[in-house]
């Protein structure tokens, strides 16, 4: 769903709902403590996203996680507007981290669903070009020498490569459909 869009809450039907969604989360790195979440809302009330947001909450992830609202979760891109900022993680009363669930969501809908924003993937073929995540144009390089900064570091292109290589990275990115492909 775009920021544009308004957000029209549905009701959720029992069928929508796997219950044993967060003991396979909770194995996961990063997602360990979701069952101790109270919905007590202070990481959306500190999320910086959600202050601009309409319907990105991360207490409504934690909950949709714990009701087992996979599909929900893994079609929705709001998914992928979470900064990973830690705000969350920071003041969570009872440890739970956030941004470690999102990851965690990220990448089921990634391995799972093949799908990512296409944002997302510009960045990481950037990183796989360049050796940066933002195209760094000529004008950028000449600006920091006449402003008397030291070049950028050279970035070893090989070793990123073998990285993209070893960790499934190239193949994901060779054949993954972004969001706005699927829709259209
Ligand atoms: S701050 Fe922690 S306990 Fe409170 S709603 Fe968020 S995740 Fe749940
Ligand atoms: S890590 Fe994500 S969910 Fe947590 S406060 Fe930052 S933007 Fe919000």
Redesign the pocket.
């Known amino acids: 769903m775009s920021e544009t869009q308004e957000y029209v809450p549905s009701v959720i039907k029992a069928k929508e709902m796997n219950p044993k969604f967060k003991y396979e989360m909770s194995k996961k790195h990063g997602a360990e403590r979701l069952m101790l979440c109270f919905q007590c809302g202070t990481?959306t009330a500190?999320?910086?996203?959600?202050r601009f947001s309409d319907f990105y909450r991360?207490r409504k992830i934690a909950r949709m996680v714990q009701l087992g609202l996979k599909d929900r979760l893994l079609s929705d891109e709001a998914l992928w507007?979470?900064?990973?900022?830690?705000?969350?993680?920071d003041h969570c009363p009872q440890g739970v981290e956030?941004?470690g669930i999102?990851c965690v969501l990220r990448n089921l809908s990634v391995k799972e669903r093949g799908v990512m924003p296409l944002v997302y993937r510009e960045l990481a073929s950037n990183l796989l070009k360049g050796g940066y995540v933002y195209e760094i144009v000529e004008s950028r390089h000449k600006k920091r020498a006449e402003l008397g900064l030291p070049p950028l570091p050279k970035p070893n292109l090989e070793e990123i490569a073998k990285i993209f290589e070893v960790t499934g990275s190239s193949k994901i990115l060779e054949n993954v459909k972004t969001f706005e492909k699927v829709k259209s």
Do not use: Y
Not at 46 to 50: H, K, V
Not at 81 to 89: D, E, I, K, P, R
């Open positions: 990481c500190d999320c910086p996203i959600s991360p507007l979470c900064s990973s900022c830690f705000t969350c993680v956030i941004a999102v």
